[in-house]
C-alpha cells in the first residue's frame, strides 16, 4: 500500500490523531444527545431526531468511501438514536 508523499508512516494498529475541530465536533454531538435525553418529551426527540438525520446524511454522503464495516457500525449508530428519538417522544 503506498501513502501520499509527504506523509510520515503510521504504525499498523496505531490510533489517529485527531485535530482539535474533531474532538470539538465530537463533544458537541454528544452534549445535544445527552441535552435530549435529559429534557426528554417531544423536543429531547426533535433533538435526538435531528443528530439521527444530520449523522444518516453524513453516512450516505461518505458511503462509497467508508470500509464495510466502518459503514455498518455508523449505519447501526443512526439506527439506535432513532430508536432512542422515538422513545423519548412516548417518554
Sequence with gaps: ?????GQPARR??????????QIV???????LFVVGVVI???WGALLVGLLAVGAGALLALRWNALDERVRIF??????ICVAVAISLLYR
Excluded: C, D, F, Y
Aim: net charge positive; no cysteine.
Design 1 to 5: 500500500m503506498t501513502r501520499p508523499a
Design 12 to 21: 499498523r494498529g496505531a490510533a489517529p490523531k485527531l485535530r482539535l475541530s
Design 25 to 31: 465536533a465530537i463533544a458537541v454531538v454528544l452534549a
Design 40 to 42: 426528554a418529551g417531544p
Design 74 to 79: 455508523r449505519a447501526v449508530v443512526v439506527l
